[in-house]
């Protein structure tokens, strides 16, 4: 069951996918928005040039009501997830990466994926902060024809907010793709 803060979460991403997807990231009304999302965490606006997924992510985990002590407000995703990942490791916060062989995601978690041909995997991710990569917020957890799936929300997905559907197993973990096995990285479990 989720908590109220992945609801939350899951909600505030639910609502701007719905207000925003389909606006280019350089139409007036998405560019103001993508400049929300940098001044929302104290971070200078360096243009919609700038891969601004990471922030989408980070300024939706803040307005959820997460605080800078619990979750590492970052442009960069490896950054965060490197952070949840210590976190696991020590068994202290309220953000926990573990690899997605290891866990079911579920409303309000974040899952990490690679880009441009990248095969980081999660001890890569555990050992790293800065590497590029994608992530987006969990809000939907459902079952269809294909079986078991996770609904996503994330930022920057082809210049916009964009959805994303993610099989899973019939246990429920990410299943990679034959196509791309190393596409999954990292499932950040939310506990707040």
């Known amino acids: 069951m989720a908590t109220s803060f992945e609801r939350k979460l899951a909600s505030l ?3 701007e996918f719905d207000q925003f997807h389909g606006f280019h990231e350089t139409t007036p009304k998405m560019a103001a928005r993508i400049k929300g999302y940098w001044t929302s965490l104290g971070l ?7 891969p601004w997924s990471a922030v989408f992510v980070s300024s939706f985990v803040k307005r959820a009501g997460a605080s800078a002590s619990e979750f590492k407000f970052s442009p960069r995703h490896s950054e965060f997830v490197h952070r949840a990942i210590a976190n696991m490791k020590s068994g202290t916060g309220v953000f926990h990466g573990h690899p ?10 974040i899952i990490q994926n690679n880009r441009n041909g990248n095969t980081f995997d999660f001890n890569f991710a555990a050992g790293n902060m800065a590497y590029e990569s994608h992530s987006a917020i969990v809000v939907e957890e ?6 078991r799936y996770v609904r996503t929300v994330g930022g920057n997905e082809a210049d916009t907010v964009g959805e994303r559907v993610v099989r ?3 246990s429920g973990l990410i299943k990679q ?5 190393s596409r999954f990285i990292c499932v950040i479990e939310t506990l707040k």
């Open 13 to 15: 991403a639910e609502a």
């Open 44 to 50: 200078h606006f360096p243009g919609v040039g700038t």
């Open 100 to 109: 997605v062989s290891a866990y079911a995601p579920h409303i309000g978690d």
């Open 142 to 147: 459902g079952t269809d024809g294909n079986g």
């Open 168 to 170: 899973l197993t019939s």
């Open 177 to 181: 793709p034959a196509a791309d096995p």
